[in-house]
């Protein structure tokens, strides 16, 4: 309530609690809620954790926003149980006052007059399908989105979104990759605690030439092992013909 208006009119004639006399001021506290049961004794007792129930919100703060479930009951929504999305960092950027939502019932103590409700236990969380959508060691299409003083976020697919370090963006020609550049990235790591899917393009091409150098020092290693096998199966007998042929192309015969 924010106006006494919405309870009582002028003139109005009403019954009060006495809550405190001041002889000294002249000064009387009255009550007119303590006339009637306060909203929490008749909550549904059935309610509790788990359980989905609907409200209006009835007032938004940066840190969550009060859902009304039943007349003078409300239940707060912390900004971190509104959504997924670890960008989200305010509760008017998801919530507007007046908006009918359902919110699944997060703790709910009753003695203390307190419920915390959650909205995005609601939907699946998506990082329980990253692992297989991207997993480690994969290469996939990013645009880079935006830059941080430590490297910068990449747009994947959908509202999907990672994070490479500035070592990590460095192009094949030697120049840094900038925003709005699509390039493709590879997957080194996941960390789910965090909710952050780090990349790297530097080892899209980087291990390929490492990859590529590896081998070719394995064939010439190969190759060099061939010639030395058939070095060691030349005996003395074909080094004594050898020797016979050489005096006779000498003589000319």
């Known amino acids: 309530i924010d106006n006494p208006e919405e309870v009582v009119s002028l003139d109005q004639k009403i019954k009060v609690v006495v809550k405190e006399f001041d002889p000294q001021q002249k000064r009387i506290a009255l009550g ?16 509790k954790e788990g359980d989905v129930v609907k409200g209006k919100v009835v007032l938004i703060a940066d840190y969550g926003a009060f859902v009304e479930i039943e007349p003078g009951v409300e239940g707060l ?21 007046g908006d009918e939502v359902e919110a699944k019932v997060l703790s709910i103590d009753r003695e203390n007059r307190k419920m915390s409700l959650g909205l995005k236990q609601l939907t699946p969380n998506p990082w329980d399908a990253i692992e297989e959508k991207y997993p480690v060691g994969s290469v996939v299409e990013g645009t880079v989105a935006s830059l941080t003083d430590k490297g910068a976020n990449i747009k994947l697919e959908g509202d999907d979104e990672g994070f490479a370090f500035s070592r990590d963006l460095i192009k094949e020609d030697g120049k840094q ?3 709005g550049e699509t390039l493709p990235f590879k997957v080194i790591e996941l960390r789910r605690s965090t909710r952050r899917i780090l990349l790297s393009h530097v080892r899209t091409y980087a291990e390929a030439k490492a990859e590529k150098v590896a081998v070719e ?33 000498e003589k000319g015969e």
């Open 32 to 47: 007119y809620k303590q006339l009637t049961p306060h909203p929490w004794d008749n909550l549904d007792a059935n309610i």
């Open 77 to 97: 929504i912390h900004v971190s149980e509104m959504s997924w999305s670890p960008r989200l960092h305010s509760a008017q950027e998801f919530l507007n006052i």
């Open 177 to 179: 990759a900038i925003v």
């Open 217 to 249: 020092a394995d064939n010439t290693k190969k190759a060099v092992k061939k010639i030395n096998s058939n070095l060691e199966k030349t005996t003395l007998g074909d080094i004594s013909e050898l020797a016979a042929l050489k005096d006779k192309l």
